[in-house]
């Protein structure tokens, strides 16, 4: 199969990367001379540049980290200001501060626009949609200037989906909502290389598939399908034959092509950048400007996002403007001058880029055209629309993604073929059923080769290792690879957590159609028995989807570390089981309320029921999680007396630990009781656990605790990922 793509922005290289992962041949066509789209960075003056604001967030925790797995990322805490009527107010913007910084005659005509506000009638303008929830004041002052100065556009010409997708303000408890595209808190963004980073990374693995400043001039058809590109190279015209054809373009352009007329509208937008001779303008990542007769829209400070390599005494701010005019510079000076965030002596240059494809223009009757439009574009059943310009959608990085994902894998659907590398490794001779054990490492090379020759002693024969690395820094991929050529090395390039790299070796075997998973950590050991004992006990009780063994303290291997967990009701906390008893006792089996996740034997059915680990978790509360899930899916945890192995775990106490230690402890409480208990019981096991660690002298560390709750509050749970789904695949090494 051979697949076309027009337009190299990131929907093209997302999608391109994803079907040429899949062993399609595919071909990117692009008019310019570089890729990105307007989600491209360049250098100006030193300072590494975005074309206006952008950032990473998302709902989808498995979109999320395979975004984050592509290039380091800071994550931020969002930090934005409106400037309105004159002043500057908190963004998200709160009604409270509104009527109490313009009160008293703003904040009385707001007050009493709500009151008179109309409770009925259709919403069909962006005006009718706003004045029935905040009345007609609070849209004039507030909501009607930006949104008019965006499209151009009086709000009673603007169709009410905007508003439905957009418009939203925060009232006083809004500390307790989950962050939404409406409402963030917090966002990633690349270390270095700005924005563009992202679409970089993809580029530079797929750029033997891209033809630059190639620009695509027809499309030849037969019946209901497109047979053909045709486009210019170096001056001539060629064509090339595909299966499908995957278009970005702007749909008025597509239609061209086709021999239709589609009457869509685009805004464009003039990126305005000025160089300014001081060290910052303001601690802000972006500003917003309200005003109808202020010309900037938003005005972003590239350095406040990521000060990696950017020159120390200047800095470079982008205005956005989509009112466009010839003397464009000079009005987003005045702004910035009359904002009193430069001097016009402080501009020491400029530069203006255009882009005429910026915003998708949502009036009153663009539905029903978009609607004709599609009904028209779905007659070519090999003809497939992806992006901002070709859906017609304000869309983001990570829906984009998500989106390019799925017409991946709906035109290339991964099999459960098994990888080479494995079936070299699994006998399909025998009778026993095949394992994967699943170790995760990052550093500590010596802890590892440990985990991996007590292994290998194994008295289990159907056996395969895939070891995950998360990113270490002392080379323990290249010394694994060196010692035991039998294991398979998946590099995540990054550390984003445990359980997201764990996922990423659960996804490779069941991809590869393993019956059983043992999940290690690399600082254990294990019995040469182990594994037999637990697929036996496995295959005598079917309803135990997993199986934890008798785990010993690694320094004192006659004692007991665990032999799972148990939750406390009050005071509220999890008991380990079995800690520092002797390693006599124990010796039936029975089921369990939690596994700890240092050595578990997974039955594959357990993952399709209940899901992979959720990859919202750092560390911390990822096992309890799992657990509780497959308790929910009707599965059953069972502790196997007879399997051992050995966890290096101090049985001293350990001397406090660091702030990232307590801020992830605190997320991940946060994030445990708020999916599986509800915010009451979550208020009260983080207060006990406060008065415990307060007890025991760890009042300092608090302030890292309650951050990391904090920041949980408001993240968005999101999705576990599934067993099918296979999002979390990750290019092997």
Avoid at 380 to 409: M, P, T
């Amino acid at each position: 199969m051979r697949v076309g793509i027009i337009g190299a922005g990131p929907a093209g290289l997302f999608a391109a990367w994803q079907l040429s992962r899949r062993g399609i041949e595919v071909v990117l066509f692009e008019a310019r001379q570089e890729v990105g789209g307007i989600s491209r960075s360049f250098v100006w003056h030193g300072f590494t540049c975005d074309l206006g604001a952008h950032r990473l967030f998302s709902h989808d925790e498995a979109v999320l980290r395979q975004l984050l797995a592509l290039v380091p990322m800071h994550r931020h805490m969002r930090k934005s200001k409106l400037y309105l009527a004159g002043r500057w107010i908190h963004d998200p913007v709160n009604i409270v501060e509104i009527l109490y910084r313009y009160f008293p005659i703003t904040a009385m005509q707001i007050i009493w626009g709500y009151l008179v506000r109309p409770r009925q009638g259709e919403e069909i303008s962006f005006n009718d949609f706003v004045n029935r929830r905040y009345g007609q004041a609070l849209n004039e002052f507030f909501f009607s200037p930006y949104t008019e100065k965006m499209f151009n556009l009086p709000g009673e010409r603007i169709a009410a989906d905007w508003a439905r997708r957009k418009v939203r303000i925060a009232g006083p408890l809004d500390f307790l909502r989950e962050s939404s595209r409406k409402h963030f808190s917090y966002f990633y963004y690349p270390q270095q290389g700005g924005f563009g980073a992202i679409i970089e990374h993809i580029y530079r693995e797929i750029q033997d598939h891209v033809r630059l400043e190639t620009p695509v001039i027809g499309l030849e058809l037969q019946g209901n399908e497109i047979t053909a590109i045709v486009y210019e190279e170096g001056g001539i015209k060629k064509r090339e034959s595909f299966d499908h054809v995957i278009s970005t373009l702007p749909l008025g352009t597509l239609g061209r092509m086709l021999g239709y007329d589609f009457s869509l509208d685009y805004q464009g937008v003039d990126f305005v950048y000025l160089l300014v001779d001081k060290p910052s303008v303001s601690s802000n990542h972006w500003i917003y400007f309200i005003d109808h007769h202020f010309a900037i829209n938003r005005l972003v400070e590239f350095k406040n996002l990521s000060a990696w390599g950017q020159p120390e005494h200047q800095t470079v701010v982008c205005a956005e403007v989509t009112n466009s005019s010839e003397d464009v510079v000079d009005r987003v000076i005045e702004n910035v001058v009359r904002a009193g965030l430069v001097s016009r002596q402080e501009v020491a240059d400029t530069l203006v880029i255009h882009e005429p494809y910026g915003y998708a223009v949502y009036d009153l009757n663009y539905s029903q055209r978009l609607l004709d439009i599609r009904e028209i574009l779905d007659h070519y059943r090999n003809l497939h629309l992806l992006g901002r310009s070709a859906e017609f959608q304000h869309l983001e990085i990570d829906e984009i993604y998500a989106n390019a994902l799925a017409l991946a894998v709906s035109l290339a659907p991964l099999t459960s073929v098994k990888d080479r590398t494995m079936e070299n490794q699994v006998s399909s001779q025998s009778t026993q059923p095949p394992v994967c054990v699943v170790i995760l490492t990052y550093n500590h090379y010596d802890d590892t080769q440990e985990c991996l020759r007590s292994v290998r002693q194994s008295d289990y024969q159907n056996l395969s290792i895939v070891v995950v690395d998360n990113g270490s820094s002392d080379g323990t991929p290249e010394h694994i690879r060196a010692e035991f050529p039998q294991v398979h090395v998946i590099e995540s390039g990054h550390n984003l957590g445990v359980p997201w790299g764990y996922n990423v070796g659960f996804s490779y075997a069941l991809r590869a159609g393993y019956e059983y998973i043992l999940m290690l950590n690399n600082d254990t050991i294990v019995d040469s028995e182990m594994i037999s004992e637990l697929v036996k006990a496995a295959d005598a009780d079917t309803e135990a989807g997993v199986l934890v063994p008798k785990i010993f303290y690694y320094d004192d291997p006659e004692t007991i570390w665990a032999i799972g967990g148990r939750h406390r009701v009050f005071p509220p906390t999890h008991i380990i089981l079995g800690q520092d008893r002797p390693g006599n006792m124990f010796n039936m089996p029975f089921y369990l309320d939690y596994a700890l996740s240092c050595g578990l034997l997974i039955r594959r059915s357990t993952f399709e029921k209940a899901g992979l680990f959720d990859p919202g978790y750092f560390f911390f509360f990822d096992d309890w999680d799992f657990s509780m899930r497959v308790r929910e899916a009707g599965i059953k945890i069972l502790f196997v007396p007879d399997a051992w192995m050995w966890h290096k775990v101090s049985k001293t106490t350990r001397s406090v630990p660091d702030e990232f230690f307590w801020h992830v402890w605190g997320a991940s409480s946060a994030r445990f009781y708020k999916r599986h208990y509800g915010r009451l019981s979550m208020v009260a096991h983080i207060a006990y656990l406060i008065l415990r660690e307060a007890a025991k002298g760890n009042i300092k560390m608090l302030p890292s605790f309650l951050r990391g709750i904090w920041e949980e509050i408001q993240s968005p749970l999101g999705d576990i990922p599934s067993a099918e789904s296979a999002v979390l695949e990750i290019q092997d090494v």
